[in-house]
Nanobody, 120 residues
Framework: QVQLVESGGGLVQPGGSLRLSCAAS????????MGWYRQAPGKQRELVAT???????NYADSVKGRCTISRDNAKNTVYLQMNSLKPEDTAVYYC??????????????WGQGTQVTVSS
């Protein structure tokens, strides 16, 4: 079974930094893309950042310039470095991967979600 294991969430003060990690494990042949989404109470889930297999990245306008997504292909791990955090960044952050596993067809997988709270 393919699993996405997240870590790094927690409580941070406004203006602070946080680094999220997500490792994909299991029978994986290739990863097309990995990324981060978030969902705040009363709001729809939104894209934060993604990185595709070729290395290209994409960011939501709300986090552009404050967040950096990176990956370690050898470890099937994606990171999200978040700086200058604001209270409006408070949300449950979900790791996502588009990959080919043992089924040999491309499928989308989600992590369990990790809470990020920005508050003084």
């Amino acid at each position: 079974q393919v699993q996405l294991v997240e870590s790094g969430g927690g409580l941070v003060q406004p203006g602070g930094s946080l680094r999220l990690s997500c490792a994909a494990s299991g029978s994986i042949f290739s990863i097309t893309a990995m990324g981060w989404y978030r969902q705040a109470p009363g709001k729809q889930r939104e894209l934060v950042a993604t990185v595709i297999s070729g290395g290209s990245t994409n960011y939501a306008d709300s986090v552009k310039g404050r967040c950096t997504i990176s990956r370690d292909n050898a470890k099937n791990t994606v990171y999200l470095q978040m700086n200058s955090l604001k209270p409006e960044d408070t949300a449950v952050y979900y790791c996502n991967a588009l990959l080919i596993g043992a089924s040999r067809y491309e499928a989308r997988y989600w992590g369990q979600g990790t809470q990020v709270t920005v508050s003084s």
